[in-house]
């Protein structure tokens, strides 16, 4: 099984301020990973794909970096509408996900 | 636009069997060759992807539930279901279905059901 660990679990910041969380696999998962958005009774909601592909709708201040076995999601410049729990996702075998990121308030 | 609608009981006895269906609408479930997948997650929780299924068959499953889960599909009604057996209190959980992007086995999930918790509980 491929593992995902995602740090911080909790991050505090505020707007404006440049976010970065990280995602590493147990194993080379390539380029297959997604990163998610959720909000508080919402459904995940997809940002990035094959690493570094943002998903159509997304804003530019998303972005992901990373292959083999780290992975980097950074928010540019953090909006109120950005205060979230972040989902890393393996796609290589099977699916795997992180255990998320809190993005709060500082 | 594709959206997706989980249903089912909200409230099942331990021991005994979890049933859900996922409706879609706005789309063929059999358009484009997606596959679709069942997600859940626990309250307070991180999410579990369960097992996934073409639109002709062919179901996989998460190793560490295999021996309790089956998802078919019903392309007459556009739809497709879970089966989890045997639940425990540890199966309690928001439970999500979502279609898989693009065609391949395995894939990001680009459209997401709203959810549906069901607790295990007597």
């Known amino acids: 099984d491929i593992q995902m660990t995602q740090s911080p679990s909790t991050l505090s910041a505020s707007v404006g301020d440049r976010v970065t969380i990280t995602c590493r696999a147990s194993?080379?998962?390539?380029?297959?990973l997604a990163w998610y958005q959720q909000k508080p009774g919402r459904a995940p909601k997809l940002l990035i794909y094959?690493?570094?592909s943002l998903e159509s709708g997304v804003p530019s201040r998303f972005s992901g970096s990373g292959s083999g076995t780290e992975f980097t999601l950074t928010i540019s410049s953090l909006q109120p509408d950005d205060f979230a729990t972040y989902y890393c996702?393996?796609?290589?075998?099977?699916?795997?996900f992180g255990q998320g990121s809190k993005v709060e308030i500082k | 636009q594709l959206q997706l609608q989980e249903s089912g009981p909200g409230l099942v006895k331990p021991s005994e069997t979890l049933s859900l269906t996922c409706t879609v609408s706005g789309g063929s479930i059999t358009s484009s060759s997606y596959y679709w997948g069942w997600i859940r997650q626990p309250p307070g929780k991180g999410l579990e992807w369960i097992g996934s299924?073409?639109?002709?068959?062919?179901?996989y499953y998460n190793p560490s539930l295999k021996s309790r889960v089956t998802v078919s599909v019903d392309r007459s009604k556009n739809e497709f279901s879970l089966n989890l057996s045997s639940v425990t209190a540890a199966d309690t959980a928001v439970y999500y279905c979502?279609?898989?992007?693009?065609?391949?086995?395995?894939?990001?999930?680009?459209?997401w059901g709203q959810g549906t918790l069901v607790t295990v509980s007597s």
């Open positions: 996702q393996q796609y290589k075998s099977y699916s795997t």
């Open positions: 194993q080379s998962i390539s380029i297959w």
């Open positions: 979502a279609r898989q992007a693009d065609t391949s086995m395995y894939e990001r999930f680009d459209h």
């Open positions: 094959k690493a570094s």
């Open positions: 299924i073409y639109y002709s068959g062919g179901p």
